[in-house]
């Protein structure tokens, strides 16, 4: 079993639909990063959280610790978010991260 | 700022040819690490460094060498390609480790292709 889990492996919306993407983990961590990966391969850095709640723009990252999950919200979701959003957990004392295997969003207009 | 700089961006080599990846950052960042992106796989850790001397192996070092001789520079090296190389590789840096407020930067990455 993989340490990190992403669901779903894919979505599609309707522009404006409010998006939210899970992540769940089975190892200690000391931070959870969410990635976005565009269609044309560039990986940006979204958030690195390790505890509550991040918000910027249209985009929320919230992660529960004792869970062992965090979700990645999109709000009036718009074309331009169609990309592969990838959770990556920092496991506790390590210098290693540890991905999920993405989630491809599809939005359409 | 450039940020992460990876070379090439494309490379076909033949298998048992040996190349090396170029990675620079320019950020003064004291981590520098190796992903390769296989399709179905996600991103798996290479090798990785947390300063000019140290390197330390990740999830899938087989067949890969790295130095740090600068802060700036983490090259990979590939001592032997198999077609099982075939990947994309991406370098990332990150100023400080699991502490909040501080992401990754990614370079562009590297599709390599081993025939």
């Known amino acids: 079993k993989n340490e990190v889990e992403q669901s779903p492996q894919n979505l599609t919306a309707q522009e404006g639909e409010f998006i939210t993407i899970n992540c769940s983990y089975s190892?200690?961590?000391?931070?959870l990063h969410w990635l976005q990966q565009h269609p044309g391969g560039g990986i940006v850095s979204l958030f690195m959280l390790s505890s509550g709640k991040k918000k910027h723009g249209r985009l929320i990252a919230t992660i529960n610790i004792q869970e062992k999950h965090s979700s990645l919200h999109i709000t009036a979701s718009h074309p331009r978010d169609s990309a592969v959003y990838i959770c990556?957990?920092?496991?506790?004392?390590?210098?290693?991260?540890?991905f999920g295997k993405g989630t491809k969003l599809t939005v359409n207009p | 700022n450039a940020g992460v700089t990876q070379t090439p961006k494309f490379q076909v080599l033949k298998t048992g040819q040996s190349m090396t990846l170029q990675c620079a950052q320019d950020?003064?960042?004291?981590?520098m690490s190796w992903y390769r992106q296989d399709p179905g796989m996600g991103l798996r850790l290479i090798h990785y460094s947390v300063g000019a001397g140290i390197t330390d192996q990740g999830e899938v070092p087989n067949g890969y060498n790295v130095s740090r001789s600068t802060t700036e520079d983490f090259p990979l090296r590939l001592l032997s390609a198999a077609p099982s190389q075939t990947s994309v590789y991406f370098c990332?840096?990150?100023?400080?480790?699991?502490?909040?407020?501080?992401?990754?930067?990614f370079g562009s990455g590297t599709r390599l292709t081993v025939v």
């Open positions: 990332a840096s990150s100023s400080q480790l699991g502490v909040p407020n501080y992401g990754y930067t």
């Open positions: 190892v200690g961590i000391s931070a």
């Open positions: 990556a957990v920092l496991r506790g004392g390590s210098e290693k991260l540890v």
């Open positions: 950020m003064n960042h004291e981590y």
